[in-house]
């Protein structure tokens, strides 16, 4: 049996803004979410986990994609030397748009 060693989460400041714009009913799902997907294999490719295909300004290299119809978004890089995901940012998509902390970004 092989031993998979755990990442350290680490939230950006910015991601408390962010989950003001999201309803509070939620926010335990997006904890629990984050804490079951993330700590082991975050740079492993699933059907809601995926690199991103750009670069984008706030620096993540990663989406998480879950909740009711896939609604919610968690952006993070990882750094392996000292193994800890970071997030980066927590959104909301609804239909087209990507909500960070209230506003409507382009990724």
Sequence with gaps: MTLRRRFE???APLTKIHLQAIEPKYYSLI???IEEQLPFE?????KNR???KRPVD????W???FGPDNRFRVFYSIDYEI???NILAIGEKRGQ???????????
């Design 31 to 33: 904890r629990k979410t």
């Design 42 to 46: 975050p740079d492993i490719e699933t």
């Design 58 to 61: 706030f620096g993540a290299q």
């Design 83 to 85: 193994r800890r995901v």
């Design 9 to 11: 989460l680490e939230y």
């Design 63 to 65: 989406e998480l994609r």
């Design 97 to 107: 748009r990507l909500i960070l902390g209230g506003e409507v970004v382009r990724l």
């Design 50 to 52: 995926k690199p991103l």
